[in-house]
Nanobody, 126 residues
């Protein structure tokens, strides 16, 4: 199964942008769900974006319009572009993978992700 390594987290000012990356140790292009989660201190882990094998994406209401999930299958890398950063975006961000499945999964919110990266910290100051 794919090992995942996130990078790109940083300390930035509100209004700034970041691009997080998640490198997978093997291809996740065929019948996988891929997603980004975040967890702030004292809060539950939140799924913020997901992408399926066909490139269909979903976002939580809290990030819709500001976050963009994408993947480069040739590089086995998942991305999260974060724009218009807010202090409430401060959290540890994790990428996650599920698959491969014998069929294209729907990757609905709440999907059971089996593989996780170690996380990358995003801190936004006002």
């Amino acid at each position: 199964q794919a090992q995942l390594v996130e990078s790109g987290g940083d300390s930035v000012q509100a209004g700034g942008s970041l691009r997080l990356s998640c490198a997978a140790s093997r291809s996740t292009s065929n019948n996988y769900c891929m997603a980004w989660f975040r967890q702030a201190p004292g809060k539950e882990r939140e799924e913020v974006a997901s992408i399926d094998s066909n490139g269909a994406t979903m976002y939580s209401d809290s990030v819709k319009g500001r976050f963009t999930i994408s993947k480069d299958n040739a590089k086995n890398t998942l991305y999260l572009q974060i724009d218009s950063l807010k202090p409430e975006d401060t959290a540890m961000y994790f990428c996650a993978a599920a698959g491969p499945y014998p069929w294209p999964p729907s990757c609905q919110p709440g999907w059971d992700y089996k593989r996780w990266g170690q996380g990358t910290q995003v801190t936004v100051s006002s």
